[in-house]
């Protein structure tokens, strides 16, 4: 059985202007309900999402420290939070709005059910049923049949249903609905990885989607020996201190086809450099230089996490969805500076690679240039001896040999090398003859060493 409560006469219209409140997707709406569960203390996270033949469900429960029935009340009503109250440090929260925004920017019915010391509470709001703008309120005869099987300790479990935001067109099928949930799958592995991977100082944090835990990844790829972790840097500022830590990524000829995959996520390396911008070791956006710069092909190896304490939120003006923040006028200068020198490490990382030169008669790794020194002159061959270019005149005749042969001294004689000379002398960041991505390089070795791949 279902009673209500009535809330302020504004109440109803604040919970439906709370569909526009904010710029959630799918992942960015279940994260906001993950935090309200970390701060409840879980550490177990259950996420169940049916499709249910075109009538979408989704559950969040987790084992945190559930509500009291005032609790819940108190929780499901608007802005419940102030933001400019005091909050413990960890607290990934800010203006009591989570809850409910996160939820109808998804769905049009928003049930929470609850247990505390053993007491079992729930609420719903349902935007379809807004008469005198009353809140449901179920007692534990009424919550019990709506509590998922595995709910049988102190915790909560918030239902979506109704969900008619999941897509922009009217229509949603289950291919359209499995693929939402695959890339929030992959987007919660990110946002939380910090806590899914239990860094020092951080709670572990156990997240499943459907039965299956969601994966630990490291946007920084701290495991590969080939990754260079910078040197850290703090900034003291009014309100709190900034951590700053550079990384430089490896570069895609040092790593395999899945973990190439697994760092340049759905958009590529390209777009994924820059800042990646923490709240209480929960990320909030990444991928941005802030305008200091711009990406770049030089730049794209280059990630730096930046720590932020929720005690900032206004100097960085954090958005309500928590998807997006400004970086203070304080700060642009000092990290302007460092994000020059951080693409310039980059740049010698990525244009390294095929752009060694080995001297004549030296052993080592085969480089596509040889560098000859005699009698006070410098003059540069194209090494026969790289296999791919020996491989080309092995398939070859003898005619198609000698007219490669013609056409590699010819190269070696055009080299431009007062152009080369002018253009380091001005920047040399910005030359650059490697492929421009992941996808080109792998095309450029099909091409070259058909024999090896």
């Known amino acids: 059985m279902t009673d209500y409560i009535n809330n302020p006469p504004d109440a109803g219209a604040l919970m439906m202007s709370a569909r526009s409140f904010g710029n959630y997707d799918l992942a960015g709406a279940i994260a906001d309900l993950i935090d309200n569960s970390i701060k409840a203390g879980a550490r177990k996270i259950s996420l169940t999402c049916h499709f249910n033949d075109g009538d979408p ?4 429960l987790d084992d945190g420290t559930g509500m009291s029935r005032d609790e819940l009340h108190a929780a499901m009503r608007p802005a419940s939070t102030n933001p400019l109250e005091h909050r413990s440090p960890d607290d990934l929260g800010r203006f009591g709005w989570g809850l409910k925004s996160a939820s109808f920017s998804q769905c049009r019915r928003l049930t929470v059910l609850t247990l505390k010391n053993g007491v079992l509470s729930g609420a719903v709001w349902d935007l379809r ?11 534990p005869g009424g919550a019990g049949p709506l509590c998922s099987p ?17 897509s922009e067109h009217r229509s949603l099928d289950s291919d359209d609905f499995h693929a939402l949930i695959i890339h929030a799958r992959g987007r919660l592995a990110l946002i939380f ?7 020092p100082g951080v709670r572990k944090l156990e997240i499943t989607l459907n039965g299956t835990p969601v994966p630990r990844i490291d946007p920084f790829f ?3 020996d080939a990754t260079q972790t910078l040197e850290p840097e703090q900034f003291a500022t009014p ?4 951590r700053m830590q550079p ?3 490896p570069h895609y000829s040092k790593l395999n086809s899945k973990e190439i995959e697994g760092i340049a996520g759905d958009e590529g390396l390209l777009r994924n450099q820059g800042f990646y911008v923490y709240r209480n070791n929960r990320l909030i956006l990444y991928g941005t230089w802030f305008r200091l710069v711009q990406h770049g092909e030089l730049s794209q190896l280059v990630r730096v996490s930046i720590d932020v304490p929720n005690s900032l939120d206004s100097h960085w003006k954090l958005t309500l969805d928590k998807s997006d923040a400004q970086l203070p006028a304080v700060l642009r200068g000092r990290l302007g500076q460092l994000v020059a020198k951080l693409k310039t490490r980059s740049s010698r990382v990525y244009r390294g690679k095929g752009g060694q030169l080995q001297p004549q008669g030296t052993k080592g790794p085969a480089t596509v240039w040889l560098r000859f020194a005699r009698h ?8 026969r001896d790289h296999p791919s270019i020996k491989a080309i005149f092995l398939e070859g005749d003898s005619d198609r040999s000698s007219a490669i042969a013609a056409a590699l001294s010819a190269i070696e004689q055009g080299l431009p090398v007062s152009a080369f000379g002018a253009d380091a002398s001005q920047d040399a960041a910005k030359l650059n003859q490697s492929p421009p991505n992941p996808q080109d390089f792998h095309q450029f070795l099909n091409a070259a060493l058909p024999p090896l791949l």
């Not at 469900?57 to 969040?60: A, G, L, P, S, T």
């Not at 049923?129 to 007692?139: F, T, Y």
């Not at 595995?150 to 999941?166: N, P, Y």
């Not at 006070?376 to 090494?383: K, L, M, Q, S």
Request: some cysteine; overall charge negative.
């Open 222 to 224: 701290r495991q590969h």
């Open 239 to 242: 309100g709190g201190t900034v």
């Open 150 to 166: 595995g709910f049988q300790h102190d915790g909560t479990e918030i239902i979506w249903s109704d969900c008619d935001r999941l």
């Open 376 to 383: 006070g002159e410098i003059h540069y061959a194209i090494n």
């Open 129 to 139: 049923d807004i008469s005198g703008w009353k809140m449901g309120v179920l007692g």
């Open 193 to 199: 990885h910090r806590f899914l991977s239990g860094e």
């Open 57 to 60: 469900e989704i559950r969040i």
């Open 247 to 249: 990384y430089i990524l």
